[in-house]
């Protein structure tokens, strides 16, 4: 049910409820486990574009979070019984277990063509005759009072802890809702990560003398979150910084750009993206809904990463400062791993 | 970029492994190539395609491709560059034989894409197994041989099975998997022979594990895209030809897709392709361990599947990155506003099923292994599995609407597990019947059973037990009305411009108003022997005459290799199989004026009654006249009403009546069931013993469907293509068929203008041609074949449609008469036109058109010609003398005989001596050695022509088999009469296939062979210069 009162009918799943939140849709065809445990997902009705999902059930290493994170799930036919061999559970069963109300056999196409043309918009899906009722009741005031601004910290870190071994470069990580994937790759190039939570003061940023900083991704929008963008600016010049999609966006408010809604947002694992610097098109995955205003960029920051598609900033560097964000997502988890080699680039000169 | 003069070439005859997906590459180059303001050269022997048209290319040439055939055009023509990867594998082997053979250098041809290196480094399975290595991507363990003992070394280190795969050949001819010595051995002797380059690679087996395929696409700046991966439901072991293949993959993680993806741009990268690439892994089923099966550097059967399944248009994009553009450069064709630079990403599934010949030949070794055995295809769109899948099985034209039923039910359970373990193309319905054998609880453990001893994924297994309990119950898997949906690439991300849909039910329909009066092209779905791309050929016609016209044109149709089913052909596209319902629903949902069937083969006609019945309205010939000509009865009373005789027949309800009549009329006799494709169970029975012997083996005969017996007359076939609009006849021109009536109209040598028929029966074949259109009451194409038979014409049967002989008639006098009768169709006259009515002036070149057979894959087969066709493709021969014309064909079919000096292996029957040797007199005249067992060697010597003599197998060795697999003759001239599978000869035809040597079974044709090699044929010409030839005559 979007706010516009338009209406797609399915059937549910066991678990019976209503979910609040904006609908959007991911047109990846794989990676329905990394994408509903993706932290940037909070609060998200996700609409799967591909028609088949769950075939090769759950795996539990795939998971980008410790739990379900979208606030509900659209599936034109989920598989009950899934064939994998790393498969510990099946996809609906999961759903369940996870509590989140999912709409099965609805016209996803249809959904995606009017989230399309309206844009992203509020929606409510409920599971269950008085949970309809519900959902018809409150959706209007739902809307009313909807706001992005208590996702991040409904998934971001509360406690400071290390990921990784000693030895390698020292990255502190602002925790806005990080990935696994992420965590993966820095651990895996050799760097010890100490993940803070998104609200960290300046001090305890600094806490041990890190090589360099690193912004997360998160759900949300990135004006949500004033005091970390303050945080950001005075650490700017003093240690190296690196952003990826709300952390971009995040280190983008710091220098002085502007954001801006997207119509509908980005989602999937095959969007193009130009590497302005070699001139050459990779092909990234994507998870936001709010992007850089390229026009807003001040003359320290040098766009390096266009979107092939509608133009939009996929990456800038700070032309003095070691500064450098991209909006697309390098760890993939789902999606293609054409820019990974960045993680390795940047440390390699934080050290 | 300059004006640049650019050749590409095509991929000559439609054989399997090599079909109509490079006249749809093909055309799609050169339109990219002509908008980018370049001139094309285009070179290509199969008639029956597109390309050829002289509208596709600037210069069009209907010449063989050989080395020398080439090179004679490459100095007339003095292209700059050469296109390559357009044209298959031949293509791809004939641009590497003149890069070798220096003439590209010679004369300053520069290759376009990839570079000649990397073709050479993919098809070496030697080179390339060390480049992966090299770049440390993982190959299955292997060995690549070039003698059978080396094979058999390395398969008592390696063990069994083991995989045989020959380099440089196509859709693995040659290749297979063996279980023991006895096997490898006989396959390392086909494997050796088959491959340009005397290698094979023996592999140890993968079989069992997942077979994924991934077409990717690079520029010259490296940028690199994956179009599309696909999955096939049969395990590594069947050729990816011969499997069912799914898009996107189903059972891979994302982890698993994402590695495999990596994995093909890191080949891609290392191969310095630049253009389309298809790569082909094997994933083990339960570890993340995989190997790269094989690569190949072009656009391919794979790439067309993929547009078609994604939208996008790999050829056209593979064809602009040749000419130097990058992907971020070139517009997206779907969207229009983004760039080539993305991946599409499918929210609907698509399901590949092959077409096999195995319904026309029962003897037939239906096996499917590493060597490819269908013909064509049929894809559906879906947006579940289950609806892709069953749109496919019925999109075969098998008369399937299910999975269950009859013949499997009746199949005991160890012959279906049979199949399953060793599969043919009946696996998909045997794991069907297998599983509703199994009730209730039964079914998961017939599922583990089912994929215990096939491999195939549970996963499929699932899905197909949800369509057998679906059938069981009688539900639909899709309830609801029909809604027509987009393929867009982009899952609705973008709005797309391109009119390219699928039907689905129950959901939102977003189909859009065609910008004019909307008519409907039914097209004809998966090539199969007997209904070609020919046809294809007539539908695209048809549409863009629709176009002229001011209409706007919807093609429905399912076949993925075709030049239709590009979206740019129509205003509407419509991928769908072509049944009722769905051509009912097309008509509905663009609120088309009528539906024109006559240009969709058999499969289209078919439709008639049905689609009258549901108040369709079908223009062009209707109902009735396909009626009258389908039906014996009503077509022999039109017949007796104008006077005109046919063979004297009757129709008989059982075998029984058959003999009687049979008697009565006197042998020899022509049997046929009817309303039957493409001759099928038609022979040609000599006496009372084979026609036991028929009855026994052809299909049983059904009330309603009698056997036709007809006095069997020897005489020469003629065959007329005409378009009639109620007043008048046009008649482009009339063939001449080399071989005597008896052999199926498919697989005889064809010429046009008529050579031997003199003006008096030309004249009583436009009269009777225009009496018969005019009774059966035809608006538009009709194809009539006659025999003239001791100076009397009688009539073979009548078709109301498009015929296989309709783009060579085009091809040859420039005369559209598709569009001719697309325009009476829409209530034109052909007064009015500017084709000119009656027949045609005759031309002043000559065009001969020479069957092309797929027989070395298809193992079993009798190659004796006869009613039943049995070829897969043809060439066209043009010259300005009828003899070059056959020597151009006859090269251009890839007989390969030597001007003289040649061995040629032969065997008589005594009754045919007295025509037989003189033309035997003639090769050896030329210098060729006569090769002869003791029966034919007699009569040679009587008549006083030298031969030397072979034993007969029964004889003992050295004999005759010997020297065929030893390659020691040239050609085999084995005059056979009916079929004798099993016997003798039979050996012989088929050693003859196996190992490439031209093998004639009519004395027809030999004796057309040897008029051809008495003849020097004239120097290759362009389409547009035989036309001006004929522009100049008909002025002077």
Known sequence: MLADGSRFDGHGLDYRGVAFGEAVFYTGMTGYEEALTDPSYAGQILTFTYPLIGNYGISGTAAQYPRACVAGTVIKQIAHRPSHYLAKTDLPSWLDEQSIPALIGADTRAITIALREHGTIWAALAVGEEELERAERELTAFVRTATTKALVPSVATRERHVEGTTGGPRVTLIDCGVKKAILRELTALGSEVTVVPYNATEAELLEGDPDAIFISPGPGDPT??????????????????????????????????????????????????????????????????????????????EETMTNLNDGTNEGFRHRKLPIAAVQFHPEASPGPFDARRLFAEWLATVR | MPRRNIMVIGSGPIIIGQAAEFDYAGVQACRALREEGHRVVLVNSNPATIMTDPEIADAVYLEPLTVPSVEQIIARERPDALLPTLGGQTGLNLAVELDEAGILQRYGVELLGTPVDTIKLAEDRERFKEKMIEIGEPVAESEIVTTVEQGVDFARRSGYPLVVRPAYTLGGTGGGVVYDEAELRERLDAGL?????????????????????????????????????????????????????????????????????????????????????????????????????EVNPRVSRSSALASKATGYPIAKISTRIALGQTLDEIPNPVTGVTKAAYEPTLDYVVVKIPRWPFDKFPLADTSLGTQMKSTGEAMGIGRTFRSALMKAVRGLDLKREKLLGAPYSEWSTAELEAIV???????????????????????????????????????????????????????????????????????????????????????????????????????????????????????????????????????????????????????????????????????????????????????????????????VRIIGSDRASLDMAEDRAQFDAALQRLGVARPEGKAATSFREARVFARELGFPVLVRPSFVLGGRAMEIIYNEGQLASYAESAPPILPGAPLLVDKYLRGLEVEVDAVFDGDDILIPGIFEHIERAGIHSGDSISVYPTQTIDQAMTDRIVEVTKSIASELRIRGLINIQFVVHEGDLYIIEANPRASRTVPIIQKATGVNMVAAATRIALGEKLRDMEYGTGLHPRTPYVVVKVPVFSFSKMRGVETILGPEMKSTGEVLGIDETFEGALRKGFVGAGVRLPGSGGRILVSIADEEKSESLPILRRYADLGHTLVATAGTRAILEDAGIACEAINKISDGSPHVLDVIHARKVDLVINDAKGPRELSDGYRIRRAAVESGIACLTSLDTAKALVTALENVPGPPRSLHEYRDLARVQSVG
């Open chain 2, 193 to 293: 022979n088959a491959s340009l380059i005397h290698q094979v690679l023996l592999e140890t087996s993968l079989l069992g594990w997942k077979e994924i395929e991934y077409e990717v696409l690079r520029d010259g700046a490296d940028n690199c895209i994956i179009v599309c991966n696909m999955e096939n439901i049969d395990p590594v072991g069947v050729h990816t030809g011969d499997s069912i293949v799914v898009a996107p993959s189903q059972t891979l993680t994302d982890r698993e897709y994402q590695m495999l993806r990596t994995s093909s741009l890191n080949v891609i990268r290392a191969l310095d392709v630049q253009g389309g690439c298809n790569i082909q892994f094997a994933l083990h089923p339960t570890s993340n361990e995989y190997a790269i099966i």
């Open chain 2, 421 to 615: 373990v060793k599969p043919t193309h009946e696996r998909l319905f045997a794991v069907a019947e297998l599983l509703r054998r199994a009730h209730g609880e039964g079914r998961d453990a017939a599922i583990e059973r089912i994929h215990a001893i096939s491999a195939i994924d549970r996963f499929w297994l699932y899905e197909i037990e949800a369509i057998v309990a679906a059938e069981e119950a009688g539900e639909p898997l899709e309830p609801g009305a029909p809604s027509f949906r987009m393929v867009d690439t982009a899952a609705a991300e973008f709005p797309a411009k391109s009119p390219y849909y699928y039907l689905s039910h129950g959901e939102l329909d977003e189909i859009r108003p065609t910008p004019h009066d909307a008519v409907v092209v039914v097209g004809s779905g998966p090539i199969r022997i007997g209904q070609g791309i020919e046809f294809d050929y007539s539908c695209v016609h048809a549409a863009w005459a629709l176009r002229a016209a001011g209409k706007s044109p919807v093609v429905i149709n399912n076949n993925p290799e075709t030049v239709s089913t590009d979206f740019d052909i129509s205003d509407a596209l419509v991928f769908e199989p072509p049944g009722p319902d769905e051509v009912e629903a097309t008509y509905r949902g663009t609120n088309a004026s009528g539906v024109m069937l006559a240009f969709g083969g058999q499969t289209a006609i078919n439709l008639a009654s049905e689609l009258s019945r549901r108040n």
């Open chain 1, 224 to 301: 949500d979150l004033p005091e970390t963008i303050d945080t950001l600016r005075k650490l700017m010049g003093r240690k190296p910084l690196f952003g990826v999609c709300l952390g971009h966006q995040l280190l983008a408010l710091a220098c002085g750009a502007k954001t801006y809604k997207l119509p509908y947002g980005h989602r999937g694992g095959n969007q193009p993206v130009k590497d302005r610097v070699n001139d050459h098109v990779l092909i990234t995955a994507h998870n936001h809904g709010y992007a850089v205003d390229t026009h807003s960029l001040p003359s320290d920051l």
